[in-house]
């Protein structure tokens, strides 16, 4: 990467890192988007970013297209050379931003993975067979209906501590990306199952624990008690779905999904959903706002006033 690149890369990476406050994964994934594109830039020969030209960016995502990347991906790295090509204009390091008229390639809209309510039942029943006083079991019983019952990203139930959940009150707070903070009730069976893996799960997982300072903040534990992993939230989900019998890939993210799919469906606003699930813009959100056929039939049969 030449210095003239390379300056305003790092530039740009502080911008959005301290004064924008993006959470570290989206910072890396800035970087990562904008090296790519750098590096290809210099394939052909262009070395300064005001000698970039809008078909070189249009270009560039023919490109990304021609390398099988899928239209999401291309979505979210011509985004994030949006935002540089923005910050460029702002730092008065280029005289016009060439990259704004450039969208995006249309592609097939791919809803996010979602399970049906009787589904979503039968995942979390699944969490809880084994044996309701081992520690484990009722610890993810206890996190699934967490999951379930908040709508949380993998990370914000990783990084859950003590402090942050209010069983009496029926909220817990989460953290989510850029280090912002949303409170979000916790139903009824997520309360019930969290109090018993607390009472009497918790302590023990705690109790196995061979570092000298043992873990007193985090929410769920594994089974050497320190504070559970990413990776083994997917292992829990996972395990859990096949005893489930459900045969489709699950990951932690089905969980947040079917909590704003499942809101939607039963009448809860796009602005509610989008608060409780921490997003920045309810665009993210709208997504969620798809229906089945089914469900478009049995509305236009029940309103339309020429249906039957």
Same mark, same amino acid.
């Given at each position: 990467? &030449?210095?003239?690149?390379?300056?305003?890369?790092?530039?740009?990476?502080?911008?959005?890192?301290?004064?924008?406050?993006?959470?570290?994964?989206?910072?890396?994934?800035?970087?990562?988007?904008?090296?790519?594109?750098?590096?290809?830039?210099? &394939?052909?020969?262009?070395?300064?970013?005001?000698?970039?030209?809008?078909?070189?960016?249009?270009?560039?995502?023919?490109?990304?297209?021609?390398?099988?990347?899928?239209?999401?991906?291309?979505?979210?790295?011509? =985004?994030?050379?949006?935002?540089?090509?923005?910050? %460029?204009?702002?730092?008065? #390091?280029?005289?016009?931003? #060439?990259?704004?008229? #450039?969208?995006?390639? $249309?592609?097939? @809209?791919?809803?996010?993975?979602?399970? @049906?309510?009787?589904?979503?039942?039968?995942?979390?029943?699944?969490? %809880?067979?084994?044996?309701?006083?081992?520690?484990?079991?009722?610890?993810?019983?206890?996190?699934?209906?967490?999951?379930?019952?908040?709508?949380?990203?993998?990370?914000?139930?990783?990084?859950?501590?003590?402090?942050?959940?209010?069983?009496?009150?029926?909220?817990?707070?989460?953290?989510?990306?850029?280090?912002?903070?949303?409170?979000?009730?916790?139903?009824?069976?997520?309360?019930?199952?969290?109090?018993?893996?607390?009472?009497? =799960?918790?302590?023990?997982?705690?109790?196995?624990?061979?570092?000298?300072?043992?873990?007193?903040?985090? #929410?769920?534990?594994? $089974? /050497?008690?320190? /504070?559970?992993?990413?990776?083994?939230?997917?292992?829990?989900? $996972?395990?859990?779905?096949? /005893?489930?019998?459900?045969?489709?890939?699950?990951?932690?993210? &089905?969980?947040?999904?079917?909590?704003?799919?499942?809101?939607?469906?039963?009448?809860?606003?796009?602005?509610?959903?989008?608060?409780?699930?921490?997003?920045?813009?309810?665009?993210?959100?709208?997504?969620?706002?798809?229906?089945?056929?089914?469900?478009?039939?049995?509305?236009?049969?029940?309103?339309?006033?020429?249906?039957?």
């Amino acid at each position: 990467m &030449t210095s003239s690149f390379s300056k305003l890369t790092e530039q740009f990476l502080v911008h959005i890192g301290v004064e924008r406050g993006l959470a570290d994964a989206t910072v890396r994934a800035y970087e990562s988007d904008i090296a790519k594109y750098v590096d290809w830039l210099q &394939t052909k020969g262009i070395e300064h970013p005001e000698a970039i030209t809008r078909q070189d960016v249009e270009d560039y995502v023919a490109a990304l297209d021609a390398a099988g990347e899928s239209a999401r991906s291309k979505a979210r790295r011509l =985004a994030s050379l949006h935002e540089f090509h923005r910050f %460029a204009l702002a730092q008065h #390091v280029v005289a016009d931003d #060439v990259s704004a008229p #450039v969208k995006a390639p $249309k592609g097939a @809209s791919t809803l996010p993975d979602v399970l @049906s309510v009787d589904e979503v039942a039968r995942l979390l029943d699944a969490a %809880a067979v084994g044996g309701s006083n081992d520690p484990v079991v009722l610890r993810n019983k206890a996190l699934l209906e967490f999951m379930y019952a908040t709508g949380c990203r993998v990370s914000e139930a990783a990084g859950a501590n003590l402090e942050d959940i209010d069983l009496d009150e029926r909220v817990a707070r989460l953290m989510g990306k850029g280090s912002k903070q949303r409170l979000v009730p916790i139903g009824s069976y997520a309360c019930m199952a969290l109090h018993a893996y607390l009472e009497q =799960a918790r302590g023990e997982l705690e109790r196995r624990s061979t570092a000298a300072v043992p873990e007193r903040r985090a #929410v769920f534990l594994n $089974k /050497r008690g320190r /504070r559970i992993s990413r990776q083994s939230i997917w292992e829990v989900v $996972k395990d859990a779905g096949q /005893r489930a019998g459900i045969t489709r890939p699950l990951h932690p993210h &089905t969980l947040r999904h079917s909590f704003a799919t499942h809101l939607i469906q039963g009448g809860a606003d796009v602005r509610t959903v989008q608060e409780l699930l921490g997003h920045a813009s309810v665009t993210t959100t709208q997504i969620y706002t798809h229906v089945s056929p089914e469900h478009l039939i049995e509305a236009y049969l029940s309103s339309h006033p020429r249906a039957r």
